[in-house]
């Protein structure tokens, strides 16, 4: 089942990121990528196709793409948690390898904040529920005033 | 200085990496690498472009894209270096940011072998030296057999 059919699940306007290397919609053929928020809880989820352009070994995903995807969902979730962050660190675990032309799900969430720092952590795994990738993250919040002239957008979007 | 400049580095093909996310050729607007082997050692170095395609903050790259070169970059090594491996782990810390449409300059090493385990070292730096990403990547060794069908192809280009 994909996240697009659960509910309680929030659709994300995918446009706002359109300029973004990972979920850009320029990257049709590359990777397809539709975030969905839990308000409940702060969750982040989102549906992702590997197409023929994410190729590492022959036939399946790279691992740089893996890695891009759960970067940028973790910190999209914070930034839905109102959390304005960039990254600092993120550890990467590959379990299985991804085919390409296939679906996977990400889900993401916050694990701690201490002080200015933003500890999350995030899976893919492939239709079957077998893990792919597990990820770390570690953020760290920016002042609102470094936003400049993207403040009002990112305050519109985000809510905050 | 850029790494196509100095001498005692062999420029890499990178038609054989052309369905490859990090540095296929259809990336001309997003990112544009180009490997470079110094045999005396064993290092990889690359000189990255990162286009209007490659954002994650406005304006600047995006850290999924800086990771997803190490990765790629790390693994690549390890190839030049006989050892066929693929990513188990990637730990990636960001220092700077890095604006688009300017060049960076990647170098990595390895670190020690331990068994089937590759460590390996990667920094990302901007054309002043500054540094903007390092990466430890941990790697294992498959055997020759499991690259099936492309392993000629690889034993060509990576000469072993």
Same mark, same amino acid.
């Given at each position: 089942?994909?996240? *697009? ?5 929030? +659709? $994300?306007?995918?446009?706002? /990121?359109?300029?973004? @290397?990972?979920? !850009?919609?320029? #990257?049709? #053929? ?15 989820? =989102?549906?992702?196709? @590997?197409?023929?352009?994410? =190729? &590492? ?6 691992? !740089?793409?893996? =890695? *891009?995807?759960?970067?940028? =969902?973790? &910190?999209?979730?914070?930034? @839905? #948690?109102? /959390?304005?962050? $960039?990254?600092? #660190?993120? %550890?990467?675990?590959? +379990? %299985? ?6 679906? *996977? ?11 200015? +720092? ?10 079957? !529920? ?9 953020? $760290?919040?920016?002042?609102?005033? %470094?936003?400049? +002239?993207?403040?009002? *957008? $990112?305050?519109?979007?985000?809510? @905050?």
């Amino acid at each position: 089942m994909t996240y *697009a059919e659960q509910t309680g699940l929030e +659709k $994300v306007d995918m446009d706002f /990121y359109r300029s973004s @290397f990972v979920s !850009g919609a320029s #990257n049709a #053929n590359r990777l397809r990528v539709q975030y969905f928020l839990r308000r409940d809880d702060g969750r982040l989820f =989102a549906d992702i196709w @590997f197409g023929p352009e994410a =190729a &590492g070994p022959p036939d399946f995903a790279h691992g !740089g793409a893996l =890695a *891009a995807i759960l970067d940028e =969902a973790m &910190g999209v979730m914070g930034w @839905f #948690n109102h /959390y304005p962050v $960039v990254t600092v #660190n993120i %550890s990467i675990d590959y +379990k %299985s390898l991804m085919p390409l032309g296939h679906e *996977a799900g990400l889900e993401c969430w916050i694990e701690r904040v201490d002080g200015r +720092k933003v500890y999350t952590r995030g899976e893919i795994r492939n239709r079957d !529920g077998e893990l792919i990738t597990s990820g770390q993250g570690i953020f $760290v919040t920016l002042p609102m005033e %470094s936003l400049g +002239k993207h403040r009002q *957008a $990112v305050s519109e979007f985000y809510g @905050f």
